[in-house]
């Protein structure tokens, strides 16, 4: 499968999974719907959310579509099939992001953007996709000037959170769930964080903050292309031509339809 990454547009927002166009775990601060974990419509949340930050700041996101199928190519079931979304990454800066306020291990730094989530299509196939979204995020706030990027990631050790009632109110409350977004399945995990370059900045057992330097002064450009290249040889890496292979370990969201 040959997966084609291009900005999301809002004319693109019912390619992305049900999940991802109603999550809402990082656009709206739970506070704001009065203690009630229900929104009304929440996919008309989250699609007003990527309106306003288009608007103001610009791009905010990539969708991994598979190439759609023109009629008459191929077999005759196929053609004419719409692309699907098997991949989407979004990212947005902080003051945008009502959630990034209430982490422990916050505030996300001035001169970054934040990335909030990512999901990817279950499949041998999409195997090092997470990376080429990674690398094209860099690639796109590069050009933008931007000179870091941020993310809340997620521990194993944030499970605890589920199953015990006693942990820090200050810390359950930052992650409260909101409808059925949770942190459990709406942050990206720390170890693939790391794995494609963030560093930690602000340490914390479940939810700590990394970052990624986009821009270092003198032969930053050199570096940051460096790291480019070392992200897509890692996704090739991943799938061995002509084999399949298991999970890269990233626990992201995952696409629904």
């Known amino acids: 499968m040959s997966a084609r990454i291009t900005p999301l547009r809002l004319e693109g927002f019912e390619l992305l999974p049900k999940h991802a166009r109603r999550c809402v775990f990082w656009e709206v601060d739970p506070a704001a719907v009065g203690g009630d974990d229900h929104l009304s419509d929440a996919e008309f949340e989250k699609e007003a959310w990527l309106s306003m930050v288009m608007l103001e700041w610009g791009s905010c996101g990539l969708i991994a579509t598979t190439a759609p199928v023109a ?3 191929g077999s005759g079931e196929r053609s004419g099939i719409e692309p699907a979304c098997v991949g989407y990454v979004l990212y947005a800066p902080p003051h945008a992001v009502p959630r990034a306020l209430r982490f422990p291990s916050g505030p996300v730094s001035a001169d970054a953007v934040l990335l909030t989530s990512m999901g990817v299509e279950p499949d041998p196939a999409t195997d090092g996709l997470q990376h080429e979204l990674v690398a094209r995020v860099v690639t796109e706030l590069v050009r933008r000037g931007v000179r870091a ?9 944030a499970a605890e959170l589920l199953d015990s009632p006693a942990a820090d109110p200050a810390v359950r409350a930052a992650v ?3 409808g059925d977004c949770s942190f459990d399945q709406c942050m990206i995990d720390a ?8 560093v930690v900045v602000s340490p914390h057992p479940y939810f700590p903050r990394l970052r990624l330097e986009l821009n ?11 790291a480019l290249e070392r992200l897509l040889e890692s996704s090739q890496l991943q799938q061995p031509v002509g084999a399949a292979s298991g999970s890269t370990g990233a626990s992201t969201q995952i696409c629904r339809r």
């Open 176 to 178: 409260e769930a909101l």
């Open 191 to 198: 170890d693939f964080l790391r794995e494609v370059g963030f």
């Open 216 to 226: 270092k002064g003198l032969g930053w450009k050199q570096e940051v292309e460096a």
């Open 149 to 157: 990027l941020e993310a809340f990631g997620r521990t194993a050790l």
């Open 71 to 73: 009629p008459g190519e």
